[in-house]
């Protein structure tokens, strides 16, 4: 699956997928950015997994300057250079190459801790070693309660050809299906909840506007 990301839904494709969504999805994605810059100092080193071409990045500099964001579509990375004035770097959020407590706070937002179609223990394991100690790592996941305005939006994306065509036999709540293979699904507060107790550390949730769960370890 991180092959559609570089291939598919990277750089200007990407971008067009934030352009199109509706009004509820935008006050979403609002609320989820609103959050974590309320969750950051304006001394925090913040890394962000997952940065496309920078959408978040520039929003978090309204906080910090200093601010990296990571991705593994080199596509994604250069049009975002041309975008916005901030560090981006290719690495797999699963390894990457920072030290130890690099970072006050790492942040996956909008799913990424799901679209990754990573091992999430791995993730977050990888996300708390260049964390500080006394830092957070902030990972959000729908909220079931916006499933039917996720549904419109995806659906959009899919008439547009930034996503193969939504199988609808497939497709069930919480999991959308596409006929190209490209599979989006969700955490729950369970999942949050395993993730932690394997990884014995702490592990807050909270939802953010009805729309979002975000996991916030440390």
Sequence with gaps: MGQYYTDTLSARNLEK??????????QYIDAEIEFVLNSS???DRILELGCGYGRVLRELRKVTPNIVGLDISLGSLLYGHMKTEVQLAQMDARTT??????????VCIQNGIS????NPVELVKESLRITVDGGKCLFSTYSDKIWEERLSWFELQAKEKLLGEIDREKT????IVCKDGFVATTFSKDDFRRIANELE????????????????FS
Excluded at 17 to 26: F, L, N, S
Excluded at 97 to 106: C, E, I, L, P, Y
Excluded at 115 to 118: G, H, Y
Excluded at 201 to 216: P, R
């Design 172 to 175: 069930v709540r919480g999991t």
């Design 41 to 43: 100092q304006s001394t």
């Design 17 to 26: 997928c934030y352009e199109i969504a509706p009004p509820r999805i935008r």
């Design 201 to 216: 550390v702490s592990c807050e949730i909270k939802e953010v506007d009805s729309s979002s769960l975000f996991g916030i």
């Design 97 to 106: 190459g920072f030290k130890d407590n690099s970072f006050d706070v790492v």
């Design 115 to 118: 679209a990754f179609k990573v």
